[in-house]
């Protein structure tokens, strides 16, 4: 009969397990930690025990891979420590001020900005509540150090707050392209409440992806050391193709569309000349008032143009400012968070869904250059929008009055400046005077 035998205690730096050994053999043992999972046989003999194989060190740490910290000098800790806050302190910022602009300034309280106070909500929740404690736990070689428990929360709260910030950036590509194609009729139905309802949604849905691994689906690696989201295979496919893949895909079609539009609407954009009035005098009475009539209905047809004309150059000129706010919020979300998703996709396909094999410094670069895009956000938007621009600066001016003035009168000075077409206004002077 199989006779059990305790051999020893294995110490670790996270728990004490009991290993112990069951013969398979006369001279070979099968070795079992204490909750049954077989680890090696060992062998019985004398002249063997003394060259038995030790436990690999993953094994003695329960997991599968090898533990990855992080080295840092003195002078590496400050270099890092210093840019890690630098970026934090200055994403509250620059979102707060998008905030605050929106919410205090009537000009801007319109349903397309809603969207863009969504994104500075997310993007300013990314600064609060998931940047500082990475930092913590960078800073102190890559060990977790607040628990099991807070774990989960603060990988929901990261999942949920970037997924937010991403979604948002989606809606914002979709309502601008509804605006530039569908000029008339969808400022009509652009109304606070439709907006208030499609933001609600996007947290929804952002929020849907951190439900899994809180009830069971996908469990998040934790084991009081390492804190990492669920590496389950199904989990990881889901939760990066609606967080990312998608919305990004969605972006690229949006932009695409909207600089097609633009580039028709360039090719379109020419002004049809006028024959010039008839240089000879002539004495007969009838065929002046002839002359005088023609040219009157000349004067009329030139001015009924000149209004199209300008018309067509607003438009022109809102697809040309579109699509370029937009090719350059769709360059900077891809370079700030593809690399960090397709290592995402990848790890738990090369690795396993127990752990990471990936180097720890890889995975936190490729982290915080996501995170760079909520800092980036905020001043993309501001540079492409007047108001934005002018309240950005009274405001941190700390000039709070007539605020709104001010913004009414650059639109004004801004809608004239559009308006003149001096070569069409000096022949106008000069063909209808």
């Known amino acids: 009969s199989a006779v059990l035998h305790c051999c020893t205690v294995v110490q670790s730096r996270v728990q004490v397990r009991s290993v112990l050994r069951l013969p398979v053999t006369s001279h070979r043992m099968l070795v079992l930690s204490d909750d049954g999972t077989p680890l090696h046989l060992a062998d019985t003999r004398p002249h063997a025990r003394a060259t038995a194989p030790a436990l690999p060190a993953a094994m003695e740490n329960g997991t599968r891979c090898a533990r990855h910290t992080l ?7 400050v270099l890092i420590g210093g840019a890690l806050t630098a970026l934090t302190v200055l994403t509250i910022c620059g979102n707060l001020l998008v905030v605050i602009s929106v919410c205090f300034v009537k000009k801007l309280r319109q349903p397309s900005n809603y969207l863009i106070v969504s994104l500075a909500v ?33 990988i ?19 309502d601008r392209y509804l605006g530039i194609t569908k000029p008339l009729t969808y400022p009509m139905r652009q109304s606070g409440r439709c907006m208030a309802k499609i933001i609600v949604s996007v947290w929804l849905l952002s929020a849907s992806i951190t439900l899994p691994p809180l009830f069971g689906w996908a469990q998040n690696v934790n084991d009081n050391k390492v804190c990492l989201i669920s590496q389950d295979l199904g989990y990881t496919v889901y939760s990066t193709a609606v967080a990312f893949y998608i919305p990004m895909s969605v972006m690229l079609i949006m932009y695409h569309r909207i600089y097609r539009a633009a580039k028709v609407s360039a090719a379109r954009h020419n002004i049809v000349g006028f024959p ?4 000879e005098v002539s004495v007969d009475c009838v065929a002046a008032a002839l002359k005088l009539h023609r040219e009157a209905e000349e004067c009329a ?15 022109f ?8 706010t937009l090719g350059i919020v769709v360059g900077a979300f891809s370079v700030c968070w593809l690399p960090f998703f397709l290592l995402s996709t990848a790890r738990p396909f090369v690795c396993g869904v ?13 982290l915080w250059l996501g995170y760079a895009n909520s800092l980036i956000n905020p001043f993309i938007y501001a540079f492409f929008n007047r108001d934005l621009r002018t309240t950005y600066r009274n405001l941190l001016r700390c000039r709070y009055r007539n605020i709104n003035r001010k913004l009414s009168a650059a639109s004004m000075q801004e809608a004239l400046k559009l308006a003149e077409r001096p070569d069409l206004i000096l022949y106008s002077i000069k063909f209808c005077g």
């Open 354 to 366: 127990r752990c990471s094999c990936v180097p720890l410094w890889v995975e936190r670069t490729l």
């Open 122 to 154: 997310a993007d300013l929740s990314v600064a609060l509540a998931v940047m500082p404690f990475v930092s913590i736990t960078d800073l102190i070689g890559g060990q977790w150090i607040f628990g099991r428990v807070f774990c989960n929360v603060f």
């Open 317 to 324: 000129k809102r697809e040309q400012k579109a699509a370029t």
């Open 301 to 315: 047809s030139f001015s009924q143009l000149l209004r199209a004309d300008r018309r067509n150059v607003s438009v």
């Open 156 to 174: 929901a709260m990261d999942v949920m707050c970037c997924t937010a910030s991403i979604m948002t950036l989606c809606v914002i590509s979709i």
């Open 276 to 279: 010039k009035a008839e240089e």
């Open 71 to 77: 080295t840092h000098g003195s002078a590496g800790k």
